[in-house]
């Protein structure tokens, strides 16, 4: 009860893998070297196979954001047709870079907690076939959604729009199959699933995507994919690189391998299964309607202020969790499942929640929602049970 030993329980930043943080302490190499340039190659190999893509694959130094705008710049041209599917913070901020580049842009929304249907996607596409790309969250952390990625893949690798794809959540946490269904510019980051800081951002990049660069005509300087390519084959980046972040990055990687991206999500996904029956078996409800993996978005209790229930981590427990963003702070809570979680944590959060609710005056049967998360683990480690849980 007195010592407190802090949780970082957030979608991102998430927690840092161990191996990954040492190898951060061998940062004093020169990036113009050839250490750097065999640690560089590496990773870039290793990304290449985590993501499951024969693309090119460039790292950039700069948080998600900055692989979504270099995403922008470098395949399109101001006063470009698109169209942008918004259904959260992180989608509206789609919309925002979408303005600042001057582009021309047709909105799809759909309500928080709920997700653009593909079908809107289709018909939008059919009714302008002058649109030259499609922008989407994969999984919206500000809801706890995910999007339809394969529907919407296959109806824009139908035309020549270009599918770029805000994977920073979705990675790790959903399957993504980039070249099957026609994914043409992925971008993730290093604070998510790969399970070290914050500051790389990576963008994965189709043939069709780089036969755009071509025509396209935004300025760009810093954010040159193409400088970066020709740099990248020989093993060095465009400019001075995140060495100490490249480190933890080459183990993350091969930790992940070592695991297997298929076992990384489906960690995530039954993380997220056992915490929303946890929360069921709580009597909280669900805030999305199309519920993913990266993060699972509860209401609190019938007035309660969800603030109330992130505080109440921090000070009892010293565990950070997060509120709800933008209109819908105060309105929910947010519990993640992507990158160095696992059962034990996931125990410990549920836990901690029943004493929150209750300590709030809340009606909590103690155990009620730590059985659930106990269900899940025990079906699928423990499947001699099975008739003895039933």
């Not at 992180?90 to 047709?106: L, N, P, Q, Y």
């Not at 993504?176 to 269904?181: K, Q, T, Y």
């Not at 183990?251 to 299964?273: C, H, P, T």
């Not at 709030?360 to 009620?368: E, I, P």
């Amino acid at each position: 009860m007195h010592i407190k030993k802090q949780r970082l329980l957030t979608p991102g930043p998430t927690p840092l893998l161990p191996a990954a943080l040492h190898a951060m302490m061998g940062s004093d190499i020169h990036h113009r070297t050839e250490d750097f340039r065999t640690l560089y190659k590496q990773v870039l190999s290793d990304l290449k196979d985590v993501l499951g893509t024969s693309h090119d694959v460039l790292v950039l130094v700069a948080s998600g954001s900055g692989g979504l705008e270099a995403a922008t710049q470098n395949f399109f041209s101001p006063g470009d047709e698109v169209l942008v599917c918004s259904a959260g913070k992180f989608g509206e901020r789609w919309v925002e870079i979408m303005k600042a580049w001057g582009m021309k842009a047709t909105v799809l929304t759909a309500p928080y907690g709920d997700a653009v249907q593909p079908e809107a996607v289709e018909q939008a596409l059919a009714r302008n076939p002058n649109l030259k790309g499609v922008f989407v969250q994969a999984s919206e952390t500000s809801t706890g959604m995910q999007h339809d990625v394969k529907a919407m893949g296959l109806a824009v690798k139908k035309t020549n729009a270009l599918f770029v794809v805000d994977a920073i959540t979705g990675i790790g946490t959903m399957p993504l199959d980039i070249e099957g269904w026609g994914l043409d510019v992925v971008v993730g980051g290093s604070q998510k699933a790969f399970m070290i800081p914050p500051g790389l951002a990576f963008v994965a990049i189709s043939p069709k995507a780089w036969a755009a660069a071509d025509t396209a005509k935004a300025p760009r300087f810093y954010f040159d994919l193409k400088k970066e390519r020709k740099n990248a084959v020989s093993g060095e980046s465009a400019w001075t690189p995140n060495t100490a972040l490249l480190l933890a990055f080459a183990e993350a990687l091969k930790y992940i391998k070592s695991i297997g991206m298929d076992k990384v999500v489906e960690n995530a996904q039954l993380l997220a299964r056992a915490t929303r029956e946890a929360m069921q078996a709580l009597g909280l409800e669900l805030f999305s309607t199309s519920p993913g993996s990266s993060v699972t978005a509860v209401r609190p209790p019938a007035g309660m202020d969800s603030g109330v229930i992130i505080k109440e981590f921090r000070n009892r427990f010293n565990a950070i969790i997060t509120n709800g963003q933008g209109s819908m702070k105060g309105q929910i809570f947010r519990l993640a499942h992507l990158g160095y979680f696992d059962f034990h944590d996931l125990f410990a959060i549920v836990a901690e929640l029943e004493l929150i609710l209750a300590a709030n005056g809340h009606a909590v049967r103690f155990g009620s929602g730590v059985a659930a998360v106990q269900r899940v683990y025990a079906e699928v480690a423990l499947p001699k049970l099975e008739l003895a849980l039933s």
